[in-house]
């Protein structure tokens, strides 16, 4: 079983509907990421979180809410889909005071 | 506000010879400097990093080059081989908090 899983791994959606992406670790790792990635734009941090009762905004937070349910567990939400979140969506863990990411595989949601 | 930037979004070179990517950076507060490699259908992985204290990391085929004084820092391939051939991610953080990425080279390793 891969480290960090990503659920699921392709998604179309309507514009206007909620949809959640779920990530989950058996890493151990305390931080948790959800990264976008764009063509020509890389990899962009929307939220993180440093522990379970910790949650920060990253550089692209609007549109997006997010809930650590438990240390293994990060889910991204999209309350209300529109078009330009059609991108490739990354969650990574790392260990507190390491500096190495370990990724999932990518959720590709496509948003019509 | 990209604090990173890989300015050239593709790289072709020919088998066994030496590929050199590029990073340019902003924030002069990032003290450690990470290389990741992203195959198609994957999430990256880790591959290379050094610190802001140094100026060169050598891991087998792989060497980073950082040159604080330009903000710039360059990873380079020698020899290249066809397994190389993937998206290349430059990333940077300081004091251990969020990583930057930038936007990934794409290399190609002709046979």
């Known amino acids: 079983d891969a480290d960090v899983t990503q659920t699921p791994r392709n998604r179309i959606t309507k514009t206007g509907k909620r949809i959640m992406l779920e990530c989950s670790q058996t890493k151990g790792h305390d931080r948790m990421y959800w990264y976008r990635q764009d063509p020509g734009l890389g990899l962009r941090l929307i939220y993180y979180s440093f522990d379970v009762k910790d949650i920060n905004k990253g550089e692209i937070s609007d549109g997006y809410s997010v809930s650590r349910q438990a240390q293994a567990k990060f889910s991204l939400s999209l309350e209300s889909a529109i078009p330009n979140q059609t991108a490739l969506y990354f969650c990574?863990?790392?260990?507190?005071?390491?500096?190495?990411?370990?990724f999932g595989s990518g959720t590709r949601l496509t948003v019509v | 506000d990209q604090q990173v930037k890989q300015n050239s979004p593709s790289l072709s070179v020919q088998e066994g010879r030496i590929s050199i990517l590029n990073c340019d950076y902003t924030n002069s507060m990032f003290d450690y400097f990470l290389w990741y490699k992203k195959y198609p259908a994957e999430g990256p992985t880790f591959l290379i990093s050094?610190?802001?204290?140094?100026d060169k990391n050598e891991d087998g085929r792989f060497t980073v080059f950082l040159n604080k004084s330009a903000k710039h820092l360059s990873l380079h391939i020698v020899p290249s081989q066809p397994g190389d051939s993937a998206v290349y991610f430059c990333a940077a953080t300081y004091n251990n908090n969020d990583m930057r990425f930038g936007a990934g080279t794409r290399l190609t390793v002709k046979p």
């Open positions: 990574a863990t790392s260990p507190t005071g390491g500096l190495g990411y370990t």
């Open positions: 050094i610190s802001s204290i140094k």
